[in-house]
T-cell receptor, first 112, second 117 residues
Framework: QKEVEQNSGPLSVPEGAIASLNCTYSDRGSQSFFWYRQYSGKSPELIMSIYSNGDKEDGRFTAQLNKASQYVSLLIRDSQPSDSATYLCAVGRLSGTYKYIFGTGTRLKVLA | DTEVTQTPKHLVMGMTNKKSLKCEQHMGHRAMYWYKQKAKKPPELMFVYSYEKLSINESVPSRFSPECPNSSLLNLHLHALQPEDSALYLC????????????????FGPGTRLTVL
């Protein structure tokens, strides 16, 4: 079992729809959770961080964390073609020092 | 300002060359990271510096040699690389709170695209 799992996709959604991206993790000691967006050939760009159970909203993005079920999700409302990218889930924990475990990423395609 | 800068943007080198990648941040962060990313793969952690001390080396071959001259700068010295080392090399930084046990948000630089011939 991978430590952080994401469906590789591609996930295709029509423009204006809600895109739902999921991530599960195996280490119950994980403390912090991050979503990054990465365009092809570019570096990861932070979208959201979440530390507590529940929802966290920022503009069109909502992150949801459920530690009991060990999953974190990202909802993108009113999806735009410019949202087409790979979305990386990163799970952080203290193991001597600060360390992220990345999922393999989900490729999102928003169709115009 | 959440900016991490990296130079050069692109680097082509032969297997016998010695080169260095540079990373700089002015956010007052005390943790800095080197990652390697191959196409269609997630970033792969190489090294972590915390308070200018090397705290994680993920069994990286010795042809990669990190250096942290001060809290704002991070270098990666390259020597005798192999073609399979061609990748996007990413630097990141974050706050460090060793007494709180919280992993803080990492901010990535734009990366250096390295090609080894």
């Amino acid at each position: 079992q991978k430590e952080v799992e994401q469906n590789s996709g591609p996930l295709s959604v029509p423009e204006g729809a809600i895109a739902s991206l999921n991530c599960t993790y195996s280490d119950r000691g994980s403390q912090s959770f991050f979503w990054y967006r990465q365009y092809s050939g570019k570096s990861p760009e932070l979208i959201m961080s979440i530390y507590s159970n529940g929802d966290k909203e920022d503009g069109r993005f909502t992150a949801q964390l459920n530690k009991a079920s060990q999953y974190v999700s990202l909802l993108i409302r009113d999806s735009q073609p410019s949202d087409s990218a790979t979305y990386l889930c990163a799970v952080g924990r203290l193991s001597g020092t600060y360390k992220y475990i990345f999922g393999t990423g989900t490729r999102l395609k928003v169709l115009a | 300002d959440t900016e991490v800068t990296q130079t050069p943007k692109h680097l082509v080198m032969g297997m016998t060359n010695k080169k260095s990648l540079k990373c700089e941040q002015h956010m007052g962060h005390r943790a800095m990271y080197w990652y390697k990313q191959k196409a269609k793969k997630p970033p792969e952690l190489m090294f972590v510096y915390s308070y200018e001390k090397l705290s994680i080396n993920e069994s990286v071959p010795s042809r990669f040699s990190p250096e942290c001259p001060n809290s704002s700068l991070l270098n990666l010295h390259l020597h005798a690389l192999q073609p399979e080392d061609s990748a996007l090399y990413l630097c990141a930084s974050s706050q460090a709170y060793p007494d709180r046990g919280i992993t803080d948000t990492q901010y990535f630089g734009p990366g250096t695209r390295l090609t080894v011939l």
